[in-house]
């Protein structure tokens, strides 16, 4: 079993930087595919960021201002966010691809962490 914890979000003044991060925990596996997802207030969950062992990418809407990388061992996934614009607020959910040798490929959502940008 993995356990994801998301920290990272707050409240912030246009034109600032967070950094999301979600950790995954447990046994015996191995993440290979990542996504950060947000959902802003009375709007659908949408697609922010992807990332691979491979490659990544992030949305249009974000591009150039957000960022998604891992640690070394692929336990920590971060969304590096700069210049951040109130269209940006909305709660923030990393999906965790993972494969076990005991139960094949899982998927996991993380809890999701609040960003909100004033002003």
């Known amino acids: 079993q993995v356990q994801l914890v998301e920290s990272g979000g707050g409240s912030v003044q246009a034109g600032g930087s967070l950094r999301l991060s979600c950790t995954a925990s447990?046994?015996?596996?191995?993440?290979?595919?990542v996504d950060w997802y947000r959902q802003a207030h009375g709007k659908q969950r949408e697609l922010v960021a992807s990332m691979t062992r491979d490659n990544a990418d992030v949305a249009d809407s974000v591009k150039g201002r957000c960022s998604i990388s891992t640690d070394n061992a692929w336990s920590t996934v971060y969304l590096q966010m700069d210049a951040l614009k109130p269209e940006d607020a909305a709660v923030y959910y990393c999906y965790v691809y993972v494969w076990t040798p005991s139960k094949g490929s899982q998927y996991y959502w993380g809890q999701g962490t609040q960003v909100t940008v004033s002003s």
């Open positions: 447990g046994s015996d596996f191995r993440i290979n595919f």
